[in-house]
C-alpha cells in the first residue's frame, strides 16, 4: 500500500513569506502529526489532527497552523518565515491511539 | 509532561560487536515507548515499540529493547551489529492516549566500523 506522501520534497523560500506544506496519510488512518526536524532542536512535535480536529499541539508559535480535510489529508502553513524556521517537516499518520505511526520523508524548508 | 533522554549522541562500534543505545523516559502515566531509526534524508521508521505487554520487546533488523520501570529505562541492543545499522537512533514516548502525539529524545548517530 502507498505510504505517507509529503510534497512538496524541497522548497525554498524568502524571509517574510508564508509557506504550506501537504501530507498524505495511508489510506484509512486518521490520524496526522506533523514534527519539526532540526540539528540544534531536534525533532520537536508541532501539532496532531484527528478527524479534522486538532487534538493536540506542541510549544510553537501561532505562525505554525495546521488543518486537516475530510479525506485525513492535512496542511500545514507557516507565515511570516523567518531563517530559524529552516528545517526538515516530517508528516506522521496512524488509526489513532496505540497503533504505529507512520512517517513521510519529509519536506526541506529552507529560508533564505 | 513526557521526556526522553538519550545518552550519547554518537556511539561508534565495530562489525560484529553489540549495539547499546541508551534511552531514559520520564512520564506522570504508564507510557509507550518506541525506537525510530532515520538514514539520510528519509523519514523515521519504527523499529520497536512498548505498549505495556511484554517488557523485552523485539523489532525488525534483529533489535530489541527491554523496558525497566525501576529504572525508566528503555535501551536499544543488538547483538552483532552490520554496516547497513550505521543511521540515527531516535526513542520516543508517548502518553499513551494518542501514539502520533510522541517526544524525541536528541537521537543517536550510530557508526559502524567494518
Known amino acids: 500500500k502507498a505510504g505517507v506522501t509529503q510534497t512538496p520534497r524541497y522548497l525554498i523560500k524568502t524571509r517574510g513569506q508564508q509557506v504550506t506544506l501537504s501530507c498524505s496519510p495511508i489510506?484509512?488512518?486518521?490520524?496526522v502529526s506533523w514534527y519539526q526536524q532540526t540539528p540544534g532542536q531536534g525533532l520537536q512535535f508541532l501539532f496532531e489532527?484527528?478527524?479534522?480536529?486538532?487534538?493536540n499541539k506542541g510549544n510553537f508559535p501561532g505562525r505554525f497552523s495546521g488543518r486537516q480535510f475530510s479525506n485525513s489529508r492535512s496542511e500545514m502553513n507557516v507565515s511570516t518565515l523567518e531563517l530559524g524556521d529552516s528545517a526538515l517537516y516530517l508528516c506522521?499518520?496512524?488509526f489513532g491511539a496505540g497503533t504505529e505511526a507512520f512517517f513521510g520523508q519529509g519536506t526541506r524548508l529552507t529560508v533564505v | 509532561a513526557q521526556s526522553v533522554t538519550q545518552l550519547g549522541s554518537h556511539v561508534s562500534v565495530s562489525e560484529g560487536a553489540l549495539v547499546l543505545l541508551r534511552c531514559n523516559y520520564s512520564?506522570?502515566?504508564?507510557?509507550?515507548l518506541f525506537w525510530y531509526v532515520q538514514y539520510p534524508n528519509q523519514g523515521l521508521q519504527l523499529l520497536l515499540k512498548?505498549?505495556?505487554?511484554?517488557?523485552l520487546v523485539k523489532g525488525i533488523n534483529g533489535f530489541e529493547a527491554e523496558f525497566k520501570k525501576s529504572e525508566t529505562s528503555f535501551h536499544l541492543t543488538k547483538p552483532s551489529a552490520h554496516m547497513s545499522d550505521a543511521a540515527e537512533y531516535f526513542c520516543?514516548?508517548?502518553?499513551?492516549?494518542?501514539?502520533?502525539?510522541?517526544?524525541f529524545g536528541a537521537g543517536t548517530r550510530l557508526t559502524v566500523k567494518p
Open positions: 506522521a499518520s496512524s
Open positions: 489510506s484509512g488512518h486518521r490520524s
Open positions: 489532527y484527528f478527524s479534522e480536529t486538532q487534538r
Open positions: 512520564s506522570s502515566v504508564p507510557p509507550y
Open positions: 512498548y505498549t505495556s505487554a511484554a517488557t
Open positions: 520516543a514516548v508517548s502518553e499513551g492516549y494518542n501514539n502520533n502525539d510522541m517526544r
